[in-house]
């Protein structure tokens, strides 16, 4: 009698409060208060993460449980706030409207240290590495890519090379209309 059995699902809009990859998950902070609202890292996977930013904006289905109230399905996610800023000396020549008008190509990270605050992907059918600093990483939502994961970038041809502009989910990518220029 005791028991509670409240499998009712609701929608909560918040703020990541930290997510740690390692112990795999963190919490999320309604923008209408309440308690802390657990985010495991397989709820993030699902949504084909395997980290998030400190601070970005994230729409979950939650629901009661024994322990509190957990995400279970992660609907959309948001870079933190004052992320619209080109974050390298290397982007800020590059115009803002051909940074967000470049095609989301899948890439598989090659090796990132947050540590370091940078890493390496390469796009599918090229050898060549794309570099991906930290605050790219962070102003895409992300807090950490793992060596093999797949993800999706937007790519500029840098003073160094080329260069990640954006992260995104892998789902991106492949979700996102082909194209067809020549």
């Keep these: 009698m005791n028991k509670q059995d409240d499998t009712t699902i609701c929608i909560i809009t918040g703020r990541v409060k930290w997510f740690d990859p390692g112990k795999g998950f963190g919490f999320v902070l309604a923008d209408d208060g309440g308690p802390d609202i657990l985010l495991h890292a397989n709820v993030l996977r699902n949504f084909g993460q395997s980290s998030v ?47 967000a008008s470049a095609p989301l190509l899948p890439a598989r990270v090659k090796w990132f240290d947050k540590g370091k605050g940078f890493g390496f992907a390469n796009l599918f059918g090229s050898a060549d590495d794309v570099f991906v600093h930290v605050e790219v990483l962070r102003r895409s939502g992300l807090a950490d890519l793992q060596p093999g994961e797949a993800i999706s970038l937007r790519v500029v041809e840098g003073k160094r090379g ?20 020549d």
């Design 162 to 181: 080329q260069m990640a502009t954006m992260v995104c989910s892998w789902e991106s990518a492949i979700s996102s209309e082909p194209s067809s220029s």
């Design 53 to 99: 930013a400190d601070g970005a904006a994230i729409d979950v289905q939650v629901q009661t449980t024994e322990r509190g109230m957990q995400a279970v399905q992660v609907l959309k996610i948001e870079p933190p706030a004052g992320s619209d800023m080109p974050p390298l000396e290397d982007l800020a020549t590059v115009d803002a409207e051909a940074l």
